[in-house]
């Protein structure tokens, strides 16, 4: 495919400055544009990542923006077919993703603010924790479609529960099959009958005792990476993920990913963003996928959109 079009990334921390290295180094866009509130962060990063491009192979030219608190500097993210938001607090040992929940918000506000005025026709994908709460802010603020405002959290969580499978197994990852739907939190669902390995149910290769402790670490797979870390949270896998659901918009794949979009009546279920599978495309979602699910895992479904649904519905006020 040539080079086309123009992505944005709103924060350049690690999380930020990866995925922009990841966006730029798949050669698909014309344009990547980093953004930060540190003056000459984004700057210097986007320079070393030019810099690193006759290395890699790739023509993208990543652009780095400093911006301010009156909006100054979001210019350069017009025109921007996506938008990737990752500002905000990471998490840190010993604290939830909820504890984000008032600081990032503000954050959001500002930067759904500045993304509807410069960026108006864009597909945003958020990744700012925590996840459920501010995709329903982004999309409040923004006034976009419901289509047109994703949330990270599935593909991420299913690539951790692949690891820890796989990982369990001694076996390679892409030989594994796996899913994560509901929220990206507590009332995360990891899905196990439709867990395979080389086609054969994961029932049949690991115990129920076996199989919820990889469950229990897939929720709280980012935790363990916080506490290893002690100064930040996850960013190669979290980016990794995020990259490739931006990837999936521009291609207009219709990639079938897991992600956080808006239900309307899929699971009997309405007016939440949530967990679930969904099909991309240039518009974001194109449709939501409804995966079969036993009467446990349904009724788990059930209780993660009840959760996110009361928690969204205070976003309003922050």
């Known amino acids: 495919m040539a ?4 992505v944005s990334v709103i924060g350049a921390g690690f999380y930020g400055s990866t995925t922009a290295m990841r966006l730029a180094e798949y050669d698909i866009f014309d344009t990547v544009v980093l953004t930060d509130v540190i003056e000459g962060k984004p700057e210097g990063l986007a320079l070393d990542l030019n810099q690193s491009r006759w290395v890699e192979g790739f023509e ?9 608190p009156n909006g100054e500097g979001y210019e350069a993210i017009a025109g921007s077919e996506i938008v990737v938001i990752t ?7 010993r604290r939830s993703r909820m504890d984000l929940i008032e600081t990032n918000a503000r954050i959001m506000r500002a930067v759904a603010e500045n ?23 982004a999309q409040i603020v923004t006034g ?15 690539a951790r529960f692949t690891h820890f499978v796989a990982e369990k197994l001694g076996v390679p990852v892409a030989s594994v099959t796996t899913l994560t739907l509901g929220s990206h939190g507590d009332t995360m669902v990891p899905v196990a009958s439709a867990c395979a390995v080389d086609g054969k149910p994961l029932s049949d290769l690991l115990s129920a005792d076996e199989i919820e402790e ?13 506490a290893l870390l002690k100064t930040g949270s996850a960013y190669y896998a979290p980016s990794a993920a ?18 956080c979009a808006w239900v309307d009546g899929e699971y009997g279920l309405t007016g939440a ?7 991309l495309g240039r518009e974001g979602i194109r449709r939501v996928v409804e995966t079969p699910l036993t009467d446990a895992e349904k009724a788990l479904l059930v209780e993660a959109y009840e959760a996110v649904k009361t928690k969204q519905a205070d976003v309003t006020d922050l």
């Open 3 to 6: 080079r086309s079009g123009k």
């Open 60 to 68: 993208t030219t990543v652009v780095g923006q400093t911006t301010g």
């Open 87 to 93: 500002a905000g607090l990471p998490r840190r040992p």
């Open 115 to 137: 993304i509807a005025v410069h960026a108006p026709e864009a597909v945003v994908i958020n990744v700012a924790n925590p996840l459920d709460e501010m995709t329903a802010l």
């Open 144 to 158: 976009f479609p419901h289509h047109r405002v994703i949330g990270q959290a599935g593909m991420l969580d299913t």
């Open 214 to 226: 990889l469950v229990v670490r897939t929720r709280n797979g980012g935790a363990e990476v916080v």
């Open 242 to 259: 995020a990259a490739r659901m931006a990837k999936a918009v521009h291609e207009d794949s219709g990639a079938v990913m897991p992600v």
């Open 273 to 279: 963003y949530l967990g679930v599978e969904a099909e």
